[in-house]
């Protein structure tokens, strides 16, 4: 899986209307509203490299509202729910 974390500028006054649309692509896992200098951050979650091309360039930068995106590409990810998968064998705590 290739993440990307796309950081976007929009139309303050259509914010919610901008967010609300880009959840709704395909690829796009999550958008969260955010402080500081950009106004949304969206998770892209896909298969294959060329298919960024068609998420962020192809449907969220032509999104009404959108006005600035800089995407930034995933190599690994760190957390602790990753490993805590990693560790498992896959039994319950009952077992």
Same mark, same amino acid.
């Given at each position: 899986?290739?993440?990307?974390? /796309?950081?976007?500028?929009? #139309?303050?006054?259509?914010?919610?209307?901008?967010?609300?649309?880009?959840?709704?692509?395909?690829?796009?896992?999550?958008?969260?509203? /955010?402080?500081? #200098?950009?106004?949304?951050?969206?998770?892209? %979650? =896909?298969?294959?490299? #060329?298919?960024?091309?068609?998420?962020?360039?192809? %449907?969220?930068?032509? =999104?009404? $509202? =959108?006005?600035?995106? #800089?995407?930034?590409?995933?190599?690994?990810?760190?957390?602790?729910?990753?490993?805590?998968?990693?560790?498992?064998? $896959?039994?319950?705590?009952?077992?």
């Amino acid at each position: 899986m290739i993440t990307a974390i /796309v950081h976007i500028n929009a #139309e303050v006054d259509r914010i919610p209307e901008v967010a609300q649309t880009i959840a709704e692509i395909d690829g796009v896992s999550e958008v969260y509203s /955010v402080t500081g #200098e950009y106004d949304l951050m969206a998770m892209v %979650r =896909v298969t294959a490299y #060329e298919e960024i091309a068609e998420v962020i360039p192809g %449907r969220i930068n032509k =999104v009404s $509202g =959108v006005l600035h995106t #800089e995407t930034h590409i995933a190599f690994r990810a760190y957390s602790r729910h990753d490993l805590d998968a990693a560790f498992s064998l $896959g039994l319950s705590e009952s077992d």
